[in-house]
């Protein structure tokens, strides 16, 4: 803060609160022996916490709009919803596509509010094992029908990047309800979903 003329004004180049991620992030770029005060990175340690801020702080907006319906034991497959999140083990990304499928009971789940769902789960540090249990258990909530799969199909970056540097795609299942007793139903559901 600077006095002039009497009256105290902001110096707008200092931020008074600053994130305490921009200095996570300068200390990081010493530590792997970089300058962060040389002309590239001078404003990376502001835009790492502002992604990371913008990461964990995703507002999926509403999830639960349903729409009544008559019809039962109907197949209802969203499928290739893309979604980018973390792993938890080395914090490096990971991409899914992810297929979201259920059986309404009476209540049937606007197409956008899976998409939602799955963005919202992925928007935190995660496995992706937990990814697909985690959107099965709202989808199972929001729609109250036992009878949900879900399937994610993912690359790891933690894989391909690093250790065996190899690309491969991981996937990973959660049956619950009729999708865990019926493999006729799940037959159905692979063939449909299969891209
Ligand atoms: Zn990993």
Same mark, same amino acid.
């Given at each position: 803060m600077t006095t002039h003329a009497g009256r105290d004004i902001i110096d707008l180049a200092e931020p008074p609160d600053e994130d305490p991620l921009v200095d996570v992030a300068r200390q990081l770029l010493k530590e792997i022996g970089e300058d962060p005060d040389r002309d590239g990175l001078r404003d990376t340690p502001q835009r790492f916490a502002r992604w990371w801020r913008e990461f964990v702080d995703y507002h999926p907006g509403t999830v639960e709009t349903l729409f009544e319906s008559t019809t039962t034991s109907q197949l209802v497959i969203v499928s @290739?919803?893309? #979604?980018?999140?973390?792993? &938890? +083990?080395?914090?490096?990304?990971?991409?899914?596509?992810?297929?979201? %499928?259920?059986?309404?009971?009476?209540?049937?789940?606007?197409?956008?509010?899976?998409?939602?769902?799955?963005?919202?789960?992925?928007?935190?540090?995660?496995?992706?094992?937990?990814?697909?249990?985690?959107?099965?258990?709202?989808?199972?909530?929001?729609?109250?029908?036992? @009878?949900?799969? #879900?399937?994610?199909?993912? &690359? +790891?970056?933690?894989?391909?990047?690093?250790?065996?540097?190899?690309? %491969?795609?991981?996937?990973?299942?959660?049956?619950?309800?009729?999708f865990a007793t019926d493999s006729a139903l799940r037959g159905e559901l692979l063939s449909l979903a299969r891209p």
């Open positions: @290739d919803i893309r #979604v980018w999140s973390l792993c &938890e +083990h080395h914090l490096l990304p990971f991409n899914a596509a992810v297929t979201i %499928a259920y059986r309404p009971t009476g209540h049937l789940l606007g197409l956008s509010k899976f998409a939602r769902v799955a963005h919202r789960h992925a928007h935190k540090l995660q496995v992706q094992e937990r990814l697909v249990a985690d959107i099965a258990h709202d989808i199972t909530t929001i729609t109250g029908t036992p @009878d949900v799969a #879900v399937i994610a199909r993912g &690359e +790891h970056l933690c894989m391909t990047m690093r250790g065996i540097k190899a690309s %491969a795609l991981m996937t990973s299942t959660a049956y619950h309800g009729a």
